[in-house]
Every structure is written in C-alpha cells, then in structure tokens.
C-alpha cells in the first residue's frame, strides 16, 4: 500500500508500508449442562464462599461477559470481552467464536 499526501503549505509526506495481519478463529462450545452458575463474589454469603440460595435455584440464569483462552498448561493466553452480557442457555448448546489477529 502506497500513500501520498501533498499539503499546500511547507511540507509533503510521502508514507509507503506493508504489514501482514493473520486472523485466528477460535470455537468455544458451551454444552447445556456447563457454566450453569456463577463466579461472581458478589454472590458469596459468607467467607466460607457458600452462595445465596436464590444463586443455586434451577431458576438462577447466568450471563457471560468474558471468555478465556487458555493453552494445555491451563495458562492464561487471551481474554474476549462481550459489548454486553449474554444470557447461558440452560436448553441448548452455545457456541462463542472468537476471532483474534496476530
């Protein structure tokens, strides 16, 4: 890509570059049955880490709103931010696609 910019004044700028940008795509399948609570301390009732019992219902619906990618060291490796939070099913399968560049 080759850029040229002329300014009619003092200067010109001339700005040429390349620069390769590989895009990975990642599949994270949430089954039904999987990540059906939460990890938020906000619902420990005591110090003991025992939950709120409206937090251990079948009716208590968690939202994810971020998703680690770790390596086979359970290491780390990246963090996805959701906009907004997003409702788990409790009926289906989900799938989150993340897609990163290097």
Known sequence: MSLTVNYTGSFNLSFKNEHIIYENEVRCIVKESEFNLSYNPSLQSDESGSLYGF???????????ALGLYNDNNELLAVAKFG??????????MTFVVKYDL
Do not use: G, Q, R
Not at 55 to 65: H, N
Not at 84 to 93: A, F, G, Q, V, Y
């Open 55 to 65: 937090a251990t219902s079948s009716s208590f619906s968690p939202y994810v709103t």
């Open 84 to 93: 907004k939070p997003l409702l788990i099913s409790p009926d289906t399968d």
